[in-house]
């Protein structure tokens, strides 16, 4: 079973969805289920049926209240998500294939999270922001949105496959910043920008998502994350310097 990788399913509305997830989970060999704010009962009867041989997996998942309890302890995170249009998703956003070949690197030497949307809405640009990868699986344009339980099948397959095909590593992998660290220096990041005037106004937020794609992009790593935060601290530092001097 692969055990760095929790698959994330985001206020999931049928039990049979949850079910048939987990029956896939356990096909292609990955065995952590996170559930945010389920509006199914994950061990009801339909789940149970959906499970087939997946009933544990549903037995020892783990339900939380909102998709940030379910990223502690990760350092990278995916979406999928069938809407790509807009400045945040269109940077973030990689056809499942590239983004199965990014993950499969990952998933080796660090926790990962794979996070699936509600069935009747998909996850909000907020959700999304989260994020450091959007996954789109290509579909026929007349009807784009898959059944859930078929997207996360499409995802751990995609994952599997270029798993298979990569020969193993001999680099040391370089120790990644976990999300919680990313997400501090992200905070104080935006004190200091706002803080100098950099950002502003109506479009602040936009712009500042736009920096935390281009850092989240480049895979920050644990050492550089802590260069971040000492450099937010320096600044907020030399703005009271400034400040008490006039």
């Known amino acids: 079973m692969n ?7 985001v206020r999931p509305q049928f039990a ?4 048939s997830t987990a029956r ?42 909102s998709i940030e309890q379910a990223l502690v302890g990760c350092s990278f995170v995916a979406a999928t998500s069938s809407q790509t249009k807009g400045l945040m998703r269109g940077t973030l956003t990689k056809p499942v294939r590239n983004a ?37 699986i290509p579909t026929c344009d007349d009807y784009p ?12 397959h995609e994952i599997k496959m270029a798993q298979d095909d990569k020969t193993k590593e001999t ?3 370089i120790e990644l910043a976990s999300w ?11 004190l200091s920008l706002e803080e100098i005037h950099f950002l502003f106004g109506p479009r ?8 935390k794609n281009m850092i989240s992009r480049a895979k920050p790593s644990k050492q550089e994350i802590k260069w971040l935060i000492g450099l937010n601290r320096q600044l907020a530092w030399y703005k009271a310097k400034i400040k008490s001097q006039n």
């Open 171 to 173: 680099i040391k992998p």
């Open 100 to 136: 199965a070949k990014i993950l499969s690197k990952e998933i080796n030497h660090s926790q990962i999270a794979l996070i699936f949307g509600p069935e009747s809405s998909g996850l909000t640009n907020d959700e999304i922001s989260l994020c450091n990868l959007l996954i789109h």
């Open 180 to 190: 919680q660290m990313q997400q501090q220096a992200f905070s104080t990041l935006k």
């Open 145 to 156: 949105a898959l059944n859930l339980a078929m997207a996360v099948a499409i995802t751990l």
């Open 16 to 19: 049979g969805n949850i079910g």
């Open 3 to 9: 055990k760095n990788c929790k698959i994330v399913l």
């Open 204 to 211: 602040g937020d936009t712009l500042f998502n736009g920096i």
């Open 24 to 65: 896939v989970m356990k096909n292609l060999g990955f065995s952590q289920l996170v559930l945010v704010s389920p509006k199914a009962n994950p061990l009801d009867d339909e789940s149970r049926k959906f499970s087939c041989r997946g009933e544990e997996i549903l037995h020892n998942s783990t339900q939380v209240n």
